[in-house]
């Protein structure tokens, strides 16, 4: 797959090794040249360094790998470069107190679908810290992660499936991008869990067999 990455920050450096070594051709995109090329030559494998433009050019999966806001104002701008393609976002809008920074309005996700209206946006790898993200693989008592997928789209989802496969984690049917908004309250949740009080969110939920009462 043609992979074109937008940022070259942690979550570009964290996914983009993970695809460079499954095979892909990747394209890392930064505002600063400087910063793309040294991400390019860090997770290797052929990566070539570019601007935002060329790499949302490039490729047929975007990942935008950049702040929330930034996200939507750099998505508007490329919008013909993004039209057709797989737009992947992995944004958290929290803000201050763990606060959503949507609140009471549409999600992140659906800010970068209304800023690309061309492209099919998928939302993915927002629940774990990049350092998960940086494991190989993320897998915890045996288990391989589970990494919710929302979107709308059957072959940008088919597509997003195959990069989590790639970073060894296992794909889970999150729904439409309409409830992409919960995954991103979910983020939310669990940093203000995890950063907040010190608390283990994986302890929050039941195993199956439970969830749903002892009768079921
Ligand atoms: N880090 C995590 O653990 C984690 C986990 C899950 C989800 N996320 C989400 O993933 C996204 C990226 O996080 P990150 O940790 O990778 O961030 P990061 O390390 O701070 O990298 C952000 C990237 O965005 C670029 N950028 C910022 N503003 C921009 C603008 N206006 N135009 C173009 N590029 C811009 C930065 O470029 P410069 O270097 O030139 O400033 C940098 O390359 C965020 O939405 C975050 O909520 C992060």
């Known amino acids: 797959m043609r992979i ?12 983009a090794t993970h695809w460079v070594r499954a095979g892909h051709e990747v ?7 400087h910063k793309a090329e040294r991400l ?3 997770v290797g494998g052929g990566a070539k360094p570019a601007g935002l433009r060329a790499a949302a050019e ?20 490329l919008r013909a470069a993004l039209e057709g393609k797989v737009l992947l976002d992995c944004s958290n809008p929290v803000g201050p107190g763990f ?7 549409p999600s992140a996700a659906q800010r970068l679908a209304a800023a690309a209206p061309g492209a099919h946006v998928v939302k993915a790898f ?14 915890f008592d045996g288990r391989p992660l589970a990494v919710p997928v929302c979107g709308d789209d059957e072959t940008a989802l088919v597509r997003v499936r195959e990069l989590v496969r790639d970073v ?10 309409g409830r992409s908004g919960l995954l991103e309250a979910t983020a939310a949740l669990f940093i203000s869990l995890w950063v907040g009080e ?15 009462g002892p009768d079921h």
Do not use: K
């Not at 490039?58 to 701008?77: K, Y």
């Not at 606060?99 to 309005?105: D, I, K, P």
């Not at 060894?168 to 991008?177: D, F, I, K, Q």
């Open 99 to 105: 606060g959503l920074l949507t609140e009471g309005g």
């Open 126 to 139: 927002n629940l774990c810290h990049e350092d998960v993200w940086r494991m190989r693989p993320p897998v």
């Open 198 to 212: 010190g608390a283990d969110a994986q302890a929050i939920a039941p195993p199956l067999a439970y969830a749903a």
């Open 168 to 177: 060894g984690c296992e794909p889970v049917a999150g729904g439409g991008l």
């Open 4 to 15: 074109g990455v937008l940022g070259t920050g942690n979550m570009a450096d964290a996914l």
């Open 27 to 33: 394209t890392i995109g930064g505002r600063d040249p």
């Open 40 to 42: 390019a030559t860090r």
């Open 58 to 77: 490039s490729g047929q999966v975007v990942l935008a790998a950049l702040p929330f806001g930034a996200g939507v104002d750099v998505a508007r701008d």
